[in-house]
């Protein structure tokens, strides 16, 4: 999958109307120097938040043998709080 992945961005790039593609420039600026909106931060969490917290306690394990606990609490796209460890 990600052996395609330059090209293929590329070719959406190449296509994409001028217009279209100063929106995404600035889209990515802003979420660069600031953080994305609290709807993406929401879904993020939801799909993505227990992965970057494995990940990050497994990765201070291999550089720093160190054991970390993560106490989370995050607000859903749904609305609803959620927590977990």
């Known amino acids: 999958m990600f052996k395609h992945y330059q090209v293929t961005l590329r070719e959406v790039i190449d296509e994409m109307p001028d217009e279209e593609?100063?929106?995404?420039?600035?889209?990515?600026?802003e979420w660069s120097t600031s953080y994305p909106?609290?709807?993406v931060q929401a879904k993020?969490?939801?799909?993505k938040g227990a992965q970057y917290v494995e990940h990050f306690a497994q990765e201070m394990w291999r550089q720093c043998?160190?054991?970390?606990?993560v106490l989370s609490a995050w607000k859903s796209s749904t609305g609803e709080i959620f927590s977990g460890w």
């Open 21 to 29: 593609l100063e929106k995404a420039r600035e889209t990515a600026e």
């Open 37 to 39: 909106p609290p709807d």
């Open 65 to 69: 043998g160190m054991r970390v606990f």
């Open 44 to 47: 993020t969490a939801d799909k």
